[in-house]
Structures are given as C-alpha cells and as structure tokens.
C-alpha cells in the first residue's frame, strides 16, 4: 500500500480509477502485489528505490525489488514449497506477468530486517545489502551490481 501523510491516495498510485471488464476493481491505494509475507523494507538511499525481502513458506525467502503495479507471484508461484511438502499454487517459481526476484534463499534463512549498509566502518561492504538470518542466526551480505546480486556472503553469529 502506498497512502500520503494524511492517509489520501496518491493519484499517481497504480491502480486509481483502473477497472476491468467482468474483474473486481483493485483498491486505489495499492503500489503493488503477491507479497506473501514482507519483513524487511527499505529505500534505498542513493536511487530511492523500494527493496523488501519476503518470507517464503519451506525455502522460497525472496529479495525483491519493488515496482509500481509488479506482481510478486504469491500465492500462484513461488521457489518454496507447502509445509507439507506439496507444491504451492501451480508448482512453478515464476510465469509472464510476474516479477522474478532478485534473490532467493532455498532453503528458507527466515530473514529478519534489511538494511542497505551506508557506515564507515566497513568501507567495501558501503551499498551492500545485509540481511538477518533467524534460521541458522546469521548475517546475509548481499553485494549488487546494477541491480543483480554478484556476491553472496554469511557471516555466522
């Protein structure tokens, strides 16, 4: 969802005054969806951009770049499995129409926050992304390029 300060829509939100024929018409305030369950958001400091990261159910924890209108998949696709080891929807991890994620965690890292380190302490860790491990306590160190992930890093705690 995306409101304004004082709880408005945005009138350039991607779903104001959007119907389709024999379709319930999308509520106004949504930016985007198929997000099973987000955790972690984040803007980044630099570009502006919206990342978050998503609980997948058994595996499937995804990092995503978030668009205006984009599709996460959830509940049609996903890298995850059901609980009882089933597939989850049509048993697939993406289809046309929907957004692939950046990132992927099989099997599932239960991630926690997500920051976009900015500090001085580590200087070449300076636009990673890090993200918290509840499963196996760790810490995530994503370094991107262009908006692709080129490296991937766990530090254990």
């Keep these: 969802m995306r409101l304004n300060d004082d709880g408005s829509v945005p009138a350039d939100n991607p779903f104001v005054g959007k119907e389709a024929a024999g379709q319930p018409k999308p509520r106004p305030e949504i930016w985007s969806y198929g997000h099973r369950d987000p955790q972690g958001f984040y803007v980044h400091p630099e ?3 919206l990342w978050l990261h998503d609980h997948g159910p058994r595996g499937g ?3 995503n770049h978030v668009t205006k209108g984009g599709n996460y998949g959830w509940p049609v696709v996903s890298f995850g499995f059901e609980y009882d080891g089933g597939p989850v929807g049509m048993g697939i991890p993406w289809q ?3 957004e692939i994620p950046v990132w992927v ?5 239960a991630p926690s926050d997500l920051v976009i380190y900015q500090g ?3 200087p070449q ?3 990673n992304f890090l993200i918290g491990a509840m499963a196996g306590l760790h810490l ?3 370094v991107l390029r262009e908006g692709e992930v080129v ?3 766990i530090t254990a705690y």
Aim: glycine content about 12%; cysteine-free.
């Design 96 to 98: 046309d129409g929907m």
């Design 47 to 49: 570009t502006g951009e």
């Design 120 to 122: 001085d302490i580590f």
């Design 151 to 153: 490296a991937a890093r």
């Design 140 to 142: 995530n160190r994503l």
């Design 125 to 127: 860790w300076k636009g």
């Design 61 to 63: 924890d995804e990092l």
């Design 105 to 109: 965690y099989v099997p599932s890292i």
